[in-house]
């Protein structure tokens, strides 16, 4: 059947850490009946695309081997095989510090302190490649796949990242995409895919109308873990095609730097480490590195299966390691990085609670390779308190509903529709005079979302104002991580506090933060998308959410401190400068009283500079509320001068800082 020229196939692409796949759903369009998600496949019908890429040392700019070719031959060329190179997306070589000493390749440090690649050249001179380069080789070869299977040109896509990715990472798949010669319509979160195409199976496989149902994903890959609880509400009227199913996420937690691989990792630590016990301290040249990642990976599957796995490697120089692993024994050594995705889990079901009106959770659906582990299983069904999904295929369930997405967005055929709302992992704000962050978009708000808030100056004739944006959950801004600065200039010399700077947040339905800030008074304005230099890393995350929970009294005090300090700070500036302009006419009882109440203000706020818990918050917010009424007077005989009409009455929450 002919494709109308005026559609284009939009295809959905799961670009893993481990593999990576390419799916189309509704193609071609045609009224009815509408065809369900499939993956396209290479031409010897392999389903999955091992994301590993060999480069060439005498031209190392162009690839040579990709996908299982590439991975079979990667013992013989490990410093130019790159394999796990999601792992660096977006991230800085601080961030990829524990993964570097069980990569066979070498990791550089790139512009601003962006975790690169170096490749071996036949000149001796190192050839640096970023992680999105070798990103966009995968997304091309998952291109022209589905491109030789639609027998169309294929140039758009909807590409899932984990739900914990944040700007830094979520720009670099986007940016990757576009050097794939893709259009990237839209970026979702891999469990919410995943969900996508659970509430499509499920109702192929029941029927309809479905009552409402709240479902947990539990998604385990090769490098990252998530969690999301969602609410998938079947449209009311089945037969009707305009209808909309809704996939609400309710809340997410997660792990970027926790999946598969580290699996692989704490075995081939085990394996280092018995080997130096047993031949004495040694250095592990990138070839046997590799090749022990290797026994460590069909180790980590085999035990999948069977009670045990006997390793034997050598060595050379009539050294020999060999051992039998059994499964308890490897279940030993995972068992921590298992509980921390189930500390993940009991995150967002606490998050969740509040919006699931008692509703019960009515299924878990495994995503990811490494939900095959069978201790994984047995913590997910023991924390649950149910039987995991696992009737869609979890390597493949993630391509498949983003493909559910790329029908919806394509258009054209007759699929039902989705309504998919999705949200924020970690708060985003403003920091503020003081150090405090001034949050303006809450986590696990549903996206796309925007936020606006109005702030003020805090310094006399200042031209400029510096936007910090930050991300995380702590109350000052310190304890967050900084997504990027900006400065707002030209702005008319004004005294303090009379500037009113409108700024808005806005996160696409990607997750892409945009920053919008208008001085109102001159109409100077600033309008720049929030890419930061890399990411977050799976220690600040966990520690991002752990400590706000640990320190939420504390935090919120110093919060309180530090605002009260700003406010009160332009309070006596306003008030010290009315008293020396009217000196003659200010009563000597009005100037004794405002002086002793500044001095004791003035003591509190230079104190609380100092220590800020050597301050009572209540005591310094009573002591600037006495010193506003003592005010009035002063400012009635301001206005009876005429000498100027710019009395700030009460100062704004908080000021960005100079």
């Known amino acids: 059947m002919s494709v109308p020229d005026s559609i284009e196939p939009i295809v959905g692409i799961a670009l893993g850490t481990t593999n990576s796949l390419v799916a189309i759903a509704n193609w ?9 998600p499939r993956i396209l496949p290479d031409d010897r019908g392999r389903p999955m695309l091992p994301s590993v890429v060999r480069f060439d040392t005498s ?49 550089v440090e790139g512009p601003n302190n962006t975790a690169r690649v170096a490749l071996p050249t036949s000149s001796g001179e190192p050839h640096v490649v970023s992680p999105q380069e070798v990103s966009a080789i995968i997304l091309r070869a998952l291109r022209t796949q589905a491109a030789d299977r639609l027998g169309v040109p294929v140039s758009k896509a909807v590409v899932t990242v984990p739900a914990y990715f944040d700007d830094a990472q979520r720009q670099a798949t986007r940016d990757a ?33 479905l009552a409402p149902q709240i479902v947990a994903v539990f998604d385990l890959g090769g490098g990252t873990f998530d969690v999301s609880i969602l609410r998938i509400t079947p449209a009311a ?45 040694m250095t592990f040249p990138p070839e046997t590195l590799q090749s022990l990642r290797q026994f460590a990976e069909a180790a980590k599957i085999r035990l999948s299966a069977a009670d045990s796995a006997s ?19 490897y279940q030993t050594l995972i068992a921590p990085l298992v509980q921390r995705t189930i500390d993940c889990c009991r995150r967002a079901l606490k998050d969740a609670r509040p919006l699931m009106h008692d509703e019960p959770l009515s299924a878990v659906i495994l995503v990811g390779g490494a939900t095959r582990t069978p201790l994984v299983r047995d913590k997910v069904r023991e924390e649950f308190n149910l039987e995991p999904y696992t009737a869609l295929d979890p390597d493949q369930v993630v391509a498949l509903g ?40 809450i986590r696990n708000s549903t996206v796309p979302c925007r936020a606006a808030e109005t702030f003020s100056t805090s310094v006399d004739n200042q031209t400029g104002i510096v936007l910090n944006v930050l991300q995380g959950e702590r109350e000052m801004a310190a304890d967050c991580r900084s997504l990027g600065r900006f400065e707002l200039k030209g702005i008319p010399p004004m005294p303090a506090g009379i500037p009113k700077l409108k700024v808005e947040f806005a996160v696409d339905a990607s997750g892409i933060l945009t920053v ?16 930061p230099n890399h990411g977050l890393t799976a220690d600040e995350v966990a520690r991002l959410e752990r400590e706000s929970v640990t320190h939420a009294r504390e935090d919120m005090t110093r919060h309180r401190i530090a605002d009260l300090v700003t406010n009160a700070r332009l309070d006596l500036h306003w008030i010290s400068r009315q008293l020396d302009k009217l000196a003659a006419e200010v009563p000597s009882d009005l100037r004794t009283d405002l002086e002793s109440r500044i001095a004791t203000l003035r003591s509190m706020t230079d104190a609380a500079g100092r220590d800020w818990t ?14 506003d009424r003592a005010s009035v007077r002063l400012h009635e005989l301001s206005i009876a001068r005429s000498l100027q009409d710019d009395a700030p009455g009460k100062a704004p929450r908080s000021t960005p800082p100079r």
């Open 402 to 441: 983003a493909a559910v997405q790329a029908g919806v967005l394509m258009g054209g055929g007759s699929g039902r529709r989705s309504l998919l709302l999705d949200v924020v992992p970690l708060s985003l704000g403003l920091e503020t005079v003081g150090g405090a962050m001034a949050k303006l978009i």
């Open 311 to 329: 390793i034997r490697i050598d060595l050379g120089g009539g050294r020999v390691y060999q051992r039998l692993i059994t499964r308890a024994e």
């Open 59 to 107: 031209t190392p700019a162009r690839p040579i081997e990709l996908g299982y070719e590439a991975r079979a031959n990667a013992l013989l060329h490990p410093l130019s095989t790159i394999a796990s190179v999601k792992r660096l997306m977006g991230r800085s070589t601080a961030d990829a510090a524990n993964d570097l000493p069980h990569l066979s390749f070498r990791v």
């Open 28 to 36: 071609p369009p045609h009224p009815a009946p509408p065809s369900p």
């Open 177 to 209: 995409g576009r050097l794939a010669g893709l259009d990237v319509v839209r970026i979702i979160n891999e469990p919410t895919a995943a969900a996508l195409a659970y509430g499509l199976g499920l109702r192929q496989l029941a029927g309809a109308p």
């Open 237 to 281: 009227d089945s037969a009707d095609s305009t209808a909309a199913d809704c996939f609400q996420v309710l809340s997410t937690s997660g792990d970027t730097h926790l999946g598969g691989d580290d699996f692989d990792s704490a075995l081939l630590s085990l394996f280092t480490r018995e080997i130096t016990e047993r031949f004495g301290p």
């Open 614 to 627: 050597s301050v009572d918050a209540n005591a310094m917010h009573r002591a600037k509320d006495d010193l």
């Open 516 to 531: 919008h800030a208008v001085e109102e008074r001159s109409a100077k304005r600033l309008s720049a998308q929030i890419v």
